[in-house]
């Protein structure tokens, strides 16, 4: 699958999913660390990936957009943000959700759940 990180999660995750065979980029690789979050969603979009973030503004821009794609997936209500933690949270329910994210969703994971809503948010 291919990934971009928001600067919100450590680019440790980038390189996780790297090492998991993933292509996954960090902002801050491309120079677009002080990037908004409509510029990183747009770089989302063009470039097929799946937004990974803890930033719930982009779950609002897929709103009012009305897009089915880029994915968003956020990770909420993390006591341990570490890098780590976050992968195997996410590499351990990415077979769950992967049909998901390739069709157009908002996938949250949290600790204890993990939530999916397809795409285009109040579309038919």
């Known amino acids: 699958m291919r990934f971009l990180v ?23 690789d491309l120079g677009l660390a002080a990037a908004t979050d409509d510029e ?7 470039q097929d990936r799946i937004l990974l973030s803890e930033d ?19 990770f909420r209500r993390m006591p341990d943000r570490r890098a780590r933690t976050l992968l195997a949270l996410l590499l351990a329910n990415l077979g769950a959700v992967s049909a998901a994210l390739d069709a157009g969703a908002v996938v949250v994971i949290e600790p204890e759940r993990v939530r999916v809503r397809r795409l285009p948010i109040g579309g038919v």
Do not use: M, Q, Y
């Open 40 to 46: 990183i969603f747009d770089l989302a979009a063009t």
């Open 56 to 74: 719930t503004d982009f779950g609002t821009i897929l709103a009012l957009r009305a897009v089915r794609l880029p994915s968003v997936l956020l």
């Open 6 to 28: 928001d600067n919100a999660l450590s680019p440790r995750l980038a390189e996780g999913l790297r090492d998991a065979e993933h292509d996954a980029v960090h902002v801050r």
